[in-house]
């Protein structure tokens, strides 16, 4: 009786006092997390929940690389289901029977056959990591250190069964297959050895699950915690919309985030939700070819930051037992710049923004804004850019297009691809009651390549009873890039500009051939006033081809691939309609490479990168285009100015150009509608 009160005793302090010190680290941290900016999200409580459902229970986003995304299930639901089992043994320990459950047969079998499923499990990420080598994993004794935790753990599991199984004189079972051959080994001892061993082995598993739990905050494996709720408290607004800034906040002393404080708390929630498993890292069109941008070290450096800053400013502690976890810091984490010290320019300058990562990334952190925010900075408040981005911005604030040709030459294609005016190409001036504003955008006006985009469109519109009409040299440049390259003034300036032109000629439906141009005015204008429906043109003309107003007749033997781009497929999930287009033509073999639809790689153009040189690693577009050529297509299609001139550049590059042509989708169903010239 006595040693049970003095066990219970014991059990009480040492679990009491793990839990205080888990308590201790948590609350630390989140003492941290709001030093952020406050953010008000919407209660969507429904559509949160679903979505909370679909990826924490479903597993979705890691089943983006099945492997380890089954490996993850695995130990996911097998902790989850072990957590019965441990309640089973610390009763077993403290008061000598286990849970009253009916079957507890089946119950003991399930246990152990998840015991068995975990340790392969972990044995599968071992290799993984250290036999296979993937480049996305860490390796070391952190990263490897929870891989002891559990082998011990399920250890003490089987133990403390064969012990148990030793102590009551039970026979050997099929319900109980692992624990039964531990209790054979033992079966020569004593009654009294047999308890001492369970007791030990009870200990064992007590102290291994206590200290995981006090360890888990203070690690990478925080996720655990942290990114059921990150992906509960998700944005619900639409994919890749940007925040705005207050440009008329006179209380501001800066603009962007200069410093990890200026970040939200729903953005600081992201740094502790961080898993660390690199995929974010391995989709990358910056770091695989070989820029310094790596997405999950930029996370986990702003998280450290966040850390050593937070304890600093709160006084608190992140670590216990300090002498365990903490190293002794060689700077003063309140003197450390943001920009330059934790994250170099470099590494901002060379995202494309293409959100690959975001969409790998199984806890929902977004990578994107916190670079634009940081941006922000730079351009808002330093007045630092790169020199050839900030000449396209200066074009752009001056002449309404990034090359500074005049405005006034917005209107020239018109003449120059339809000198007779067959295509009865009209102003909305002149048009009044037009249905669709065609938006050229700057690439469709001004450059060469996509004007013949923009003439194969305006073909097929006329062919379809289509009434449209442009905006001539009252066009600007829909500050896309501008926003992106982190100059919100301006980027709101042209916004402001545009929806009163639009309000002025009273614009009900938008199309464009651009997915930048698309993607704002759908979904980061309508913030500002916009209320027109904005279309991009694969479908419009996906619906025109269904419709039978458009007619795909003439043959096109080509053998074809379409490059997704970021902004119509990743942002906003266009990616069935230009390849209904495609199918819809006949002689058209369309091909699939590995990195298509939300999986594709950026051309490199995004982000502003269109406007600014490569001076780093291979460049991107040539990465792309050789992906591209893997499947020996005769023609690469696409649906982005922007991606057909770094993939025609690609094909020159790689000396292709001849064998293989790059082809806007309303290009090449010109080709069949009409016929070949």
Same mark, same amino acid.
């Given at each position: 009786?006595?040693?049970?009160?003095?066990?219970?005793?014991l059990?009480?302090?040492?679990?009491?006092f793990?839990?205080?010190?888990?308590v201790?680290?948590?609350?630390?941290?989140?003492l941290?997390?709001?030093?952020?900016?406050?953010?008000n999200?919407k209660t969507?409580a429904?559509?949160?929940?679903?979505?909370?459902a679909?990826?924490?229970?479903g597993?979705?986003?890691?089943?983006k690389?099945?492997?380890s995304?089954?490996?993850?299930? +695995?130990?996911f639901?097998?902790?989850?289901?072990?957590?019965?089992?441990?309640?089973?043994?610390?009763?077993?320990?403290?008061?000598?029977?286990g849970?009253?459950?009916?079957?507890?047969?089946?119950?003991?079998?399930?246990?152990?056959?998840?015991?068995?499923?975990?340790?392969?499990?972990?044995?599968?990420?071992?290799?993984?990591?250290?036999?296979?080598?993937l480049?996305?994993?860490?390796?070391?004794?952190?990263p490897?250190? +929870?891989i002891?935790?559990?082998?011990?753990?399920?250890?003490?599991?089987?133990?403390?069964?064969?012990?148990?199984r030793?102590k009551e004189?039970?026979?050997?079972s099929?319900?109980?297959?692992?624990?039964s051959l531990?209790?054979?080994?033992f079966?020569?001892?004593?009654?009294?050895?047999?308890?001492?061993?369970?007791?030990?082995?009870?200990?064992?598993?007590?102290?291994?699950?206590?200290?995981?739990?006090?360890? +888990?905050?203070?690690?990478?494996h925080?996720?655990?915690?942290?990114?059921?709720?990150?992906?509960l408290?998700?944005?619900?607004?639409?994919?890749?919309?940007?925040?705005?800034?207050?440009?008329e906040?006179?209380e501001?002393?800066s603009?962007?985030?200069?410093?990890?404080?200026?970040?939200?708390?729903?953005?600081?929630l992201d740094?502790?939700?961080?898993?660390?498993?690199?995929r974010c890292?391995n989709?990358?069109?910056?770091n695989?070819?070989?820029?310094?941008l790596?997405?999950m070290?930029l996370?986990?450096?702003?998280?450290?930051?966040?850390?050593e800053?937070?304890?600093?400013?709160?006084?608190?502690?992140?670590?216990?037992?300090?002498?365990?976890?903490?190293?002794?810091?060689?700077?003063?984490?309140?003197?450390?710049?943001?920009?330059?010290?934790?994250?170099?320019?470099?590494?901002?300058?060379?995202?494309t923004?293409?959100?690959?990562?975001?969409?790998?990334?199984?806890?929902?952190?977004?990578?994107?804004?916190k670079?634009?925010?940081?941006?922000?900075?730079?351009v808002?408040?330093?007045?630092?850019?790169?020199?050839?981005g900030?000449?396209?911005?200066?074009?752009?604030?001056?002449?309404?297009?990034?090359?500074?040709i005049?405005?006034?030459d917005?209107?020239?294609?018109v003449?120059?691809?339809?000198?007779?005016?067959?295509?009865?190409?009209?102003t909305?001036?002149?048009?009044?009651?037009?249905?669709?504003?065609?938006?050229?955008?700057?690439?469709?006006?001004?450059?060469?390549?996509?004007?013949?985009?923009?003439?194969?469109?305006v073909?097929?519109?006329?062919?379809?009873? +289509?009434?449209?009409a442009?905006?001539g040299?009252?066009?600007?440049?829909?500050?896309?890039?501008?926003?992106?390259?982190?100059?919100?003034f301006?980027?709101?300036?042209?916004?402001?500009?545009?929806i009163a032109?639009?309000?002025?000629?009273?614009v009900?439906?938008?199309?464009?051939t651009?997915?930048?141009?698309?993607?704002?005015?759908?979904?980061?204008?309508?913030?500002?006033?916009l209320?027109?429906?904005?279309?991009?043109?694969t479908?419009?003309?996906?619906?025109w081809?269904?419709?039978?107003?458009?007619?795909p007749?003439?043959?096109?033997?080509?053998?074809?691939?379409?490059?997704?781009?970021?902004?119509?497929g990743?942002?906003n999930?266009?990616?069935?309609?230009?390849?209904?287009?495609l199918?819809?033509?006949?002689?058209?073999?369309?091909?699939?490479?590995?990195?298509?639809?939300?999986?594709?790689?950026?051309?490199g153009?995004?982000?502003?990168?269109?406007?600014?040189?490569?001076?780093?690693?291979?460049?991107?577009?040539v990465?792309?285009?050789?992906q591209?050529?893997s499947?020996?297509?005769?023609?690469?299609s696409?649906a982005?100015?922007?991606?057909?001139?770094?993939?025609?550049?690609?094909?020159?590059?790689?000396?292709?150009?001849?064998?293989?042509?790059?082809?806007d989708?309303a290009e090449?169903?010109?080709?069949?509608?009409?016929?070949?010239?």
């Amino acid at each position: 009786m006595t040693g049970s009160l003095i066990q219970f005793l014991l059990f009480l302090a040492v679990t009491g006092f793990a839990v205080y010190l888990f308590v201790r680290v948590v609350y630390h941290r989140y003492l941290y997390i709001r030093l952020g900016k406050s953010v008000n999200l919407k209660t969507e409580a429904k559509a949160r929940l679903k979505e909370f459902a679909i990826q924490v229970f479903g597993q979705t986003k890691l089943l983006k690389d099945k492997k380890s995304g089954i490996m993850h299930i +695995v130990i996911f639901y097998g902790f989850i289901i072990l957590q019965l089992g441990a309640l089973d043994l610390i009763l077993k320990g403290l008061i000598g029977h286990g849970l009253p459950i009916p079957g507890y047969d089946y119950f003991t079998l399930m246990q152990e056959v998840t015991v068995a499923l975990i340790l392969l499990a972990m044995g599968y990420a071992t290799y993984r990591r250290y036999v296979e080598k993937l480049k996305r994993l860490k390796r070391g004794w952190k990263p490897s250190i +929870v891989i002891f935790f559990i082998f011990f753990l399920m250890l003490s599991v089987v133990v403390s069964g064969g012990f148990e199984r030793v102590k009551e004189g039970m026979e050997t079972s099929a319900f109980a297959p692992i624990s039964s051959l531990f209790a054979a080994a033992f079966s020569g001892m004593s009654h009294t050895a047999a308890t001492v061993g369970f007791y030990i082995s009870w200990w064992m598993h007590l102290l291994i699950l206590l200290s995981f739990l006090i360890y +888990v905050p203070q690690s990478k494996h925080f996720h655990i915690i942290t990114a059921p709720i990150n992906i509960l408290l998700r944005r619900t607004e639409p994919t890749g919309k940007l925040a705005s800034l207050d440009l008329e906040d006179e209380e501001a002393e800066s603009f962007g985030v200069g410093k990890i404080e200026d970040f939200t708390q729903k953005q600081m929630l992201d740094f502790y939700s961080c898993v660390e498993c690199g995929r974010c890292t391995n989709v990358c069109p910056a770091n695989t070819t070989g820029k310094m941008l790596s997405p999950m070290h930029l996370i986990t450096k702003l998280r450290d930051h966040l850390t050593e800053k937070g304890a600093a400013i709160t006084s608190k502690s992140p670590w216990v037992p300090a002498f365990a976890f903490a190293s002794p810091s060689t700077h003063n984490p309140l003197e450390v710049e943001l920009i330059g010290g934790v994250i170099t320019e470099e590494e901002l300058w060379a995202c494309t923004t293409c959100r690959n990562c975001e969409d790998q990334c199984p806890v929902g952190n977004e990578h994107v804004d916190k670079i634009i925010d940081l941006r922000r900075h730079l351009v808002l408040t330093q007045g630092i850019m790169p020199h050839d981005g900030q000449r396209a911005l200066q074009n752009i604030e001056r002449q309404g297009n990034p090359w500074g040709i005049s405005r006034n030459d917005r209107v020239k294609w018109v003449k120059e691809v339809d000198p007779d005016d067959e295509l009865g190409v009209r102003t909305v001036k002149e048009n009044p009651e037009f249905e669709y504003l065609f938006f050229l955008g700057s690439m469709g006006a001004y450059d060469n390549r996509s004007r013949k985009i923009t003439h194969s469109f305006v073909k097929l519109m006329k062919e379809a009873g +289509v009434s449209f009409a442009i905006l001539g040299n009252e066009e600007k440049n829909s500050g896309d890039t501008p926003r992106r390259m982190g100059n919100e003034f301006l980027f709101q300036q042209l916004c402001a500009d545009n929806i009163a032109t639009f309000q002025k000629y009273k614009v009900q439906k938008i199309v464009t051939t651009c997915p930048h141009t698309y993607h704002t005015f759908k979904n980061e204008y309508p913030e500002f006033g916009l209320t027109a429906d904005v279309f991009h043109h694969t479908e419009l003309l996906d619906l025109w081809v269904k419709e039978g107003r458009l007619k795909p007749q003439h043959e096109v033997r080509e053998r074809i691939t379409y490059h997704d781009s970021c902004y119509l497929g990743r942002y906003n999930e266009v990616y069935e309609e230009p390849r209904n287009v495609l199918r819809a033509i006949p002689g058209v073999e369309l091909v699939e490479q590995d990195r298509s639809r939300e999986n594709s790689m950026c051309c490199g153009a995004g982000g502003g990168m269109m406007w600014m040189e490569e001076t780093a690693g291979t460049r991107v577009n040539v990465a792309r285009t050789e992906q591209l050529l893997s499947v020996k297509p005769t023609v690469i299609s696409s649906a982005c100015p922007y991606c057909l001139t770094m993939v025609e550049d690609g094909t020159k590059l790689k000396e292709v150009e001849e064998q293989v042509k790059a082809r806007d989708i309303a290009e090449i169903l010109a080709l069949s509608v009409f016929g070949t010239p």
